[in-house]
């Protein structure tokens, strides 16, 4: 197993118990985001992505505190935002993503999804690990942390 399986394997054995521990609209607002904001990292957001963004949501114990329906309608609508501009979608995104910046341990959790939905379709490419490292900077968490 590569030393980035290992890392993420060992991320998500806590993350169920965080998730569920800072469960509220804000954190799933900023997961969400995150995701929008890792599926936009090549410039689109197409069906694929959307699929891996609900599929892994759906079927990850540890994500399953959040109400399926909810999470469609806020991915929704910060991919409209990256419809309409992708600047502004995800100036949008990191918003919400940004709230947690003076909450270390919320934030982990929020970038530990977002490696675990970047790495879901077991192709972690350079573009989404990169737009995740931006999303390290701005929450003052260190990208080498999450293997980055």
């Not at 501009?85 to 949008?92: P, S, T, V």
């Amino acid at each position: 197993m590569s030393t980035f399986s290992q890392r993420l394997s060992s991320m998500r054995q806590g993350l169920k118990d965080q998730v569920t521990k800072f469960k509220n609209k804000d954190f799933m607002d900023a997961v969400v985001a995150g995701c929008a904001i890792v599926a936009a990292a090549d410039g689109k957001i197409d069906g694929v992505e959307k699929q891996k963004m609900a599929g892994y949501i759906n079927h990850n114990e540890e994500l399953k505190v959040f109400e399926m329906p909810k999470v469609i309608e806020r991915f929704n609508h910060f991919t409209s935002n990256f419809d309409f501009d992708h600047m502004i979608g995800k100036a949008e995104a990191m918003k919400s993503v940004t709230k947690f910046k003076d909450k270390p341990d919320v934030a982990r959790v929020i970038i530990s999804v977002c490696c675990a939905i970047g790495a879901a379709d077991g192709d972690f490419d350079e573009k989404e690990k990169n737009v995740i490292r931006e999303m390290c900077r701005e929450l003052k968490l260190p990208a080498s942390d999450f293997g980055l």
